[in-house]
């Protein structure tokens, strides 16, 4: 989803995201992790990113972003920092990658109708990638997986977008989006235009 005026990339299949009539405002948490990752991209396609790190900083925003990193510690700052309730009160679109998809699952935030099996491919060092079926895509999507979770569960309101061996990687539920993945360690921006889409639609039921 490319905003008026910015020059984003292109995916591999030479296609170019559909275009929003606004420039969304959306949060990263900016507690630990790869969120400086998830800014980059979201710059790229002419979002306006926030790096969020107080409860109050996720007012006015149009969606939020959890990424990845250690999520004992993402969980720990945002219980000390106020933004556990904070997320839960939060009315727009999420996408949650890798520690963030962790946060958002039934035993954590219990915002997503899933289970989530921490750290199930292995340790750093068992860090690989993989091309990726995307949903609806003829061209593959590469997914970066670095002390990758699993989801073992996930009811039947949700959606899934992407797998891997016949398990889930990337998954949907009403507003919430969520990767066992890296989509912002790649040039391959369709993941986030996938969630900016989301961001567009919820504004416009919002107006």
């Known amino acids: 989803m490319l905003i008026p005026g910015a020059e984003g990339p292109k995916a591999p299949g030479g296609k170019v995201g559909r275009v929003s009539s606004a420039r969304p405002k959306i949060g990263v948490l900016a507690l630990?992790?790869?969120?400086?990752?998830?800014?980059?991209?979201?710059?790229r396609l002419g979002a306006e990113p926030v790096e969020v790190r107080k409860a109050e900083q996720l007012q006015g925003l149009d969606g939020l972003i959890i990424p990845g990193g250690e999520s004992t510690a993402i969980a720990r700052l945002s219980s000390i920092y106020g933004?556990?309730?904070?997320?839960?009160?939060?009315?727009?679109?999420?996408?949650?990658?890798?520690?963030?998809?962790i946060l958002l699952d039934r035993d954590h935030l219990g915002l997503i109708d899933i289970h989530v099996e921490r750290n199930a491919y292995g340790r750093q060092v068992a860090s690989f990638e993989a091309d990726l079926a995307l949903d609806g895509e003829q061209e593959p999507l590469r997914g970066v997986f670095i002390r990758a979770p699993r989801v073992t569960e996930a009811g039947q309101g949700v959606d899934v977008l992407a797998e891997l061996d016949g398990e889930p990687v990337l998954l949907r539920q009403g507003r919430f989006l969520v990767a066992t993945f890296h989509p912002e360690l790649t040039d391959d921006t369709r993941v986030h235009e996938l969630f900016l889409e989301s961001v567009r639609e919820a504004s416009l039921v919002r107006s």
């Open 32 to 43: 630990q992790g790869n969120f400086r990752e998830h800014v980059a991209v979201l710059r």
């Open 83 to 101: 933004l556990e309730e904070a997320i839960r009160r939060f009315t727009g679109p999420i996408f949650g990658t890798c520690a963030g998809m």
